[in-house]
Nanobody, 127 residues
């Protein structure tokens, strides 16, 4: 049974940095894809970044490209999101998502492509 647990959220001033982590506390098989999504209050959940199991292929939404970096952790089925130059618009609940099956590139930003989700961690950026 998969159990994704996020950590690292918090409050930071604009221009600051935060590092989010996500780990599968219970899974034994390697996830093909892991990703981060976020949901601001009153808005739809949106794609932030994704990474393949090898860690060599990464994708980002235009809104975070150049500021955020996704990477696989040293422990199996862990993923890290390094967030730099944070803006108030980055304020949201951030969710880790994962899939055992390979997600084709055109669907990496599709929430439905990820069967497994964490509970979310709040990130608040003040101006």
């Amino acid at each position: 049974q998969v159990q994704l647990v996020e950590s690292g959220g918090g409050m930071v001033q604009a221009g600051g940095s935060l590092r989010l982590s996500c780990a599968d506390a219970a899974g034994t098989l390697s996830m093909s894809n892991m990703a981060w999504f976020r949901q601001a209050q009153g808005k739809e959940r949106e794609f932030v970044a994704a990474i393949r199991s090898t860690g060599t292929n990464t994708w980002y939404s235009n809104s975070v490209k150049g500021r955020f970096a996704i990477s696989r952790g040293n422990v199996k089925n862990t993923v890290v999101l390094q967030m730099n130059s944070l803006k108030p618009d980055d304020t949201a609940t951030y969710y880790c998502a994962a899939s055992y099956n390979r997600v084709i590139q055109s669907r990496l930003g599709d929430k439905v492509a990820y069967p497994y989700w964490g509970q979310g961690t709040q990130v608040t950026v003040s101006s």
